[in-house]
């Protein structure tokens, strides 16, 4: 079985501008979770989705913004990259509706200028 | 709010034993997880626990105690491989509902030494 996958591996982009970020999650997985990973704030929660709703979202600005697709596939947009935005995102999927380990995916390393 | 506490780092040698510590303080508790992570790689589940005692899974144990806010997690006969990131992360309890929120630790850096 393929594991969570992420795309694309690493971005460099420029402030202001803005990325969307992909995750695909094992198949037959219907929850998808979002972190930011910092060296300084280790993992932070974005979003979580089940059933193309978002079930949950942590605390960060307006700026950061996801969606699910029918297919359970995931992305993250972020708009107006601020440098802060530097981190490691990290999707993970999940088999059930809630109680369950979350498998991670590689990671989406992203770089602002 | 939530708070979890892990040590930063630890040091331990090759074939002994080390023991990485958890507590968290949350007014509810829906399920405790430790991660284990390598440098530039993504996490990878380790183990769970929600009712209090000792899980055991090959030479890695977790131990939960609910009233105490405490975790820890034990890993035997150590390998060079085992250097990595230990994450603890507990599902937050506040959300109604369902939820795989995770809230992580900073988590503690082992090296272990030849």
């Known amino acids: 079985k393929a594991g969570v996958t992420q795309t694309p591996r690493y971005l460099i982009k420029t402030r202001g501008q803005q990325v969307t970020l992909s995750c695909s999650p094992i198949s037959g997985h219907r929850s998808v979770s979002w972190y930011q990973q910092t060296p300084g704030q280790g993992l932070q929660f974005l979003f979580e989705?089940?059933?193309?709703?978002?079930?949950n979202k942590g605390n960060f600005p307006g700026r950061f913004s996801g969606r699910q697709f029918s297919n359970s596939r995931s992305e993250m947009n972020v708009s107006t990259l601020e440098l802060g935005d530097s981190a490691l995102y990290l999707c993970?999927?999940?088999?059930?509706?809630?109680?369950?380990?979350?498998?991670f995916g590689p990671g989406t390393r992203l770089t602002v200028t | 709010g939530q708070n979890i506490d892990q040590p930063t780092e630890m040091t331990a040698t090759e074939g002994a034993i080390v023991q990485i510590n958890c507590t968290y303080q949350t007014s509810g508790f829906n399920g405790l997880f430790w991660y284990q992570q390598h440098a530039g790689e993504a996490p990878t589940f380790l183990s769970y626990?929600?009712?209090?005692g000792l899980e055991e899974k090959g030479r890695f144990s977790s131990f939960l105690s609910r009233s105490k806010g405490y975790s820890y997690l034990l890993l035997k006969e150590l390998q060079m491989k085992d250097s990595a990131s230990y994450l603890c992360a507990v599902r937050d309890p506040y959300q109604r509902g369902a939820t795989n929120k995770l809230i992580f630790g900073t988590g503690t850096l082992l090296a272990v030494q030849p």
């Open positions: 989705y089940f059933s193309e709703t978002q079930r």
């Open positions: 626990n929600v009712l209090d």
């Open positions: 993970a999927s999940s088999n059930l509706n809630a109680g369950s380990e979350q498998y």
